[in-house]
């Protein structure tokens, strides 16, 4: 098992930036991977980013590309999402998923844990 226990997020103006954090405890075997995703009011959930923690690869959504930043604090098993030029089109809810042995990491049934979300909320 992997607790993932999300942190950050807020509202912001659109341009601002944001960090949001997940921890993650337990079992980290099976945090071999992790990703973000986040779920607007009446929409699936879509994938946002993610990193391979061992060999640090990293891939983003191509609405994030060059905006946000996945990235890792092996110390603090903590995976962080930066976001910059935050677009009113963030707002959502986001969540942080850890999975093992990941291969289509947009999908969401790729991954076994889940964090609680965080709501990011972006005006215009």
């Known amino acids: 098992q992997v607790q993932l226990v999300q942190s950050g997020g807020g509202a912001v103006q659109a341009g601002g930036s944001l960090r949001i954090s997940c921890a993650a405890s337990g079992d980290l075997a099976n945090n071999e991977a992790m990703a973000w995703f986040r779920q607007a009011p009446g929409k699936e959930r879509e994938e946002v980013a993610y990193?391979?923690?061992?060999?640090?690869?990293?891939t983003y959504a191509d609405s994030v590309k060059g905006r946000f930043t996945i990235f890792r604090d092996t110390a603090k098993n903590t995976t962080y999402l930066q976001m910059n030029s935050l677009k009113p089109e963030d707002t959502a809810m986001y969540y942080c998923?850890?999975?093992?042995?990941?291969?289509?990491?947009?999908?969401?049934?790729?991954?076994?844990?889940w964090g609680q979300g965080t709501q990011v909320t972006v005006s215009s």
């Open positions: 990193i391979n923690h061992s060999t640090e690869y990293t």
């Open positions: 998923a850890a999975g093992r042995a990941v291969v289509k990491w947009r999908q969401v049934s790729s991954y076994a844990y």
